[in-house]
Structures are given as structure tokens and as C-alpha cells.
């Protein structure tokens, strides 16, 4: 089977703009910066391809010379977009070094050169496809498991272009056939591949992000910035499952604040609002920064603490206990006063959250029965 290579080249920067576009949509659409960084660089990449095809014979040297440019600039923006995605800075002077690097070795190079030209070429696509895998290596806070297609991708496209460096001088010995030989025709399949295989990535990535964002919204409280109900419930089972398997106890305490209805009565929602704010500061200052601790719904706070003993836990219960009623309140409004009530449960071996949650709120009762500031 003969493949005609200018139709390929076309098909395949028909689909790069096709995908450009999608891409640009879509980054427009959610507000995704890196999108519209690679839907640009895929248009940017489709228009000097197909150009090249149609017309390099009638463009004259410089022209053409300035598409392939264009070309390279594509790929520096594809590197790019992987930097924006992460949140880093673009890299402006990477940006245009591959673009550079190729007008500078097409000026040194004699015109008779052509497979050099080629391998040169290739080397500045595979050195970005290189970078834009390595960036997208470094991402750590993702599973290998799952991001091994990020990485691969990149990585095969980088060595298919690689192919002809490492073969050099089994191709050098055939300069003249070089541009009509099986390798242009792999590499055009190739770029097809590549570019669909760039955007199947680029769209796990994205979506594994925005379902980490919406996990991790629907587990915080936007007021104290803490885990809500849901979020703690998640996280302590976890942790109590972790810690049972060590044979390590866990305690957990929930604590109220008192009477703060008449808080907001008196002094207004937005000073209630204040108080639930202080209060979520003051008791993440009380605890170790593995310990967990969350907004449980209205004015009540809960605490796990991790590998402790129930004097340190009673400890932690009193100086918390403490750190509210002595807080400069009358900062927020004069003659305001807080206190908190709290309830402490440590774990037999093997409990779960919602026992250690129920242990704890009957103590806290008990605490509020008996006059409330104190701890049970
Ligand atoms: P106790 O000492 O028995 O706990 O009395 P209390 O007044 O603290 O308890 P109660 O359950 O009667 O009232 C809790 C109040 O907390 C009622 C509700 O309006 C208020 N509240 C719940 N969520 C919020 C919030 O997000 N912001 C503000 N400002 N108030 C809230
Ligand atoms: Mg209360
Ligand atoms: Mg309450």
C-alpha cells in the first residue's frame, strides 16, 4: 500500500485544527488558560503544516522557512500549555529557542542538506515533546497510575522523531530518497497519533481536576475554610481505619459554643458569622497539623486526634477550652463574651466514626448540663 504523503500531512493538520479548535472552545468556555494555550498552539501548528503542503514549492525560502518556524513555535506552546496547566509561568524565551535554533541551522546548513535539515527538525520537536513529558512528570500530586498516559504519550512521540537521529547514518547513506522515503510517512501517522493521543490526555487531566475540585468543595466549609460534616466523617474513617490497623486509639471531641444564638441576636449574623471564624482558627492553632478537624454544622466544631493519650487529649480539650474564653472578643465587638462546651471520646480498639461521634456528643450534653465552659 502506498500512502500519497501530502495527504496525509493534510489530513493530519485538518484534525490538529480540528482539535485546536475543540480545544480553544472548551478553554474559553470553563476559563482553563492551558487550554487555550494548546488549542492555539494545535491552529497555530494545522495552518503552518497545511500551508507548507499546499504551497512550499511557490512560497520561496524565507516564507517557507518562516512556516516551519511557526511550526516549531507550536510545539514550544504545547510545552507551554503543560507549564500554565501546572500553574507555573510560561517559559517565553523556550517559547521561541526551537524556532530560532531551526532558522539558525537552515542558514549554516547547504540547501543539498535536506535529511540533516529533517533530523535537525525532528530533534527540536522530540527535545519539546521531551520537556512537555518531563513537566508533566514532575506533577507529583497525581497518581503514576494515573497519569502514565500523560507521560507516555509525550514520550513515544518524542522517540518516533527521535528514530531518525539514532538511525542517522543508515538514512544519510540514501540523502536523495529521504523526503519520499517510509519515515516521512510514519511521522505524518505519526503527528494523527500523536495530536488526538495530546488531546485524549489533555481532557483526563482536565476532568480528573475539576472532580478534585468539586470533592474537595463539597467536603469544606466555605465560611471557616475547615472540612464540613461530610468531609471530616470521610477523612476520620479513613484515619480511624489507618490507625485501628497500627493499633494505635483515636480520640475525638466535639465541642459548641454556648448559648450563640443570643450571639447573633445581640450583636448581629455577620459578628455570628465572625465568631464561628475566630473559633475555627483558634482550635486548628490548639491541634497538630495531622490531627483533623472540621466544622460539624452550625455553631459546632469537632476534633480527632491522632496517636495521643487521653491526658494529652484532655489537655488538648482544656487549653482549647481556654483559648476561647480569653480571646480578645471584645476586639470583634465590645462586651462580647464566647465559651465553648466540649465532649471527649477515645476509641476502644475497632470503633467507628459515627460510634466515637455519638460517645462524644453524649458527653457533650453532659458538659452542657452541667452548666457549660467545661469539658466531660
Ligand atoms: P447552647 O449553649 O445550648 O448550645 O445554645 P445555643 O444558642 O448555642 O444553641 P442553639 O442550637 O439554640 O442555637 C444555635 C444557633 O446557631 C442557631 C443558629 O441560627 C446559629 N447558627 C447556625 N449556623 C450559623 C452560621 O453559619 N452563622 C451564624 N451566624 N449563626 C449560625
Ligand atoms: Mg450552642
Ligand atoms: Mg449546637
Known amino acids: 500500500m502506498s500512502l500519497d504523503t501530502s495527504t496525509l500531512y493534510l489530513v493530519a493538520a485538518m484534525v490538529a485544527a480540528m482539535l485546536g479548535a475543540m480545544l480553544l472552545f472548551v478553554g474559553s468556555q470553563e476559563n482553563i488558560p492551558a487550554l487555550r494555550w494548546w488549542g492555539t498552539a494545535y491552529l497555530l501548528g494545522a495552518a503552518s503544516i497545511a500551508l507548507w503542503t499546499l504551497a512550499a514549492s511557490s512560497l520561496g525560502e524565507m516564507l517557507s522557512l518562516a512556516l516551519n518556524a511557526v511550526g516549531f513555535l507550536a510545539c514550544g506552546m504545547v510545552w507551554n500549555a503543560s507549564r500554565v496547566f501546572h500553574g507555573r509561568k510560561p517559559n517565553l524565551p523556550g517559547l521561541v529557542l526551537g524556532a530560532i535554533a531551526w532558522v539558525a541551522a537552515v542558514m549554516t546548513l547547504s540547501p543539498e542538506a535536506s535529511a540533516m535539515r529533517i533530523t535537525i527538525g525532528a530533534g527540536i520537536v522530540a527535545l519539546y515533546a521531551a520537556l512537555t513529558a518531563g513537566e508533566l512528570w514532575s506533577e507529583r500530586r497525581r497518581t503514576l ?10 514520550a513515544l512521540h518524542g522517540f518516533a522523531l527521535m528514530l531518525p537521529i539514532l538511525l542517522g547514518g543508515f538514512l544519510y547513506a540514501d540523502q536523495d ?56 466523617a470521610e477523612a476520620c474513617s479513613r484515619v480511624i481505619e489507618r490507625e485501628a490497623t497500627a493499633g494505635r486509639p483515636v480520640t475525638v471531641l466535639i465541642f459548641d459554643i454556648d448559648h450563640f444564638k443570643s450571639i447573633n441576636d445581640r450583636h448581629s449574623h455577620a459578628v455570628g458569622d465572625d465568631v464561628l471564624r475566630r473559633v475555627g482558627r483558634i482550635l486548628r492553632s490548639a491541634c497538630r497539623p495531622s490531627d483533623l478537624a472540621g466544622r460539624y454544622g452550625g455553631e459546632e466544631f469537632v476534633l480527632a486526634l491522632l496517636d495521643t493519650t487521653p491526658e494529652r487529649a484532655r489537655a488538648v480539650c482544656e487549653r482549647l477550652r481556654a483559648s476561647v474564653v480569653d480571646h480578645a472578643w471584645s476586639t470583634l465587638r465590645p462586651g462580647l463574651e464566647v465559651t465553648i462546651s466540649i465532649g471527649l471520646a477515645c476509641s476502644a480498639a475497632h470503633a467507628s466514626t459515627a460510634e466515637l461521634l455519638a460517645a462524644a456528643d453524649a458527653r457533650l450534653y453532659e458538659a452542657k448540663r452541667a452548666g457549660r465552659n467545661c469539658v466531660r
Open 145 to 154: 497510575q494515573r497519569r502514565w498516559p500523560a507521560i507516555v504519550v509525550p
Open 177 to 232: 530518497k529521504f523526503s519520499g522515503s517510509v519515515w516521512v510517512t510514519v511521522f505524518s501517522v505519526e503527528l494523527v497519533l500523536y495530536a488526538v493521543g495530546t488531546v485524549f490526555v489533555i481532557f483526563m487531566l482536565v476532568s480528573e481536576r475539576t472532580v478534585t475540585a468539586h470533592k474537595t468543595a463539597a467536603s469544606m466549609d466555605p465560611l471557616t475554610g475547615m472540612f464540613n460534616r461530610r468531609g471530616f
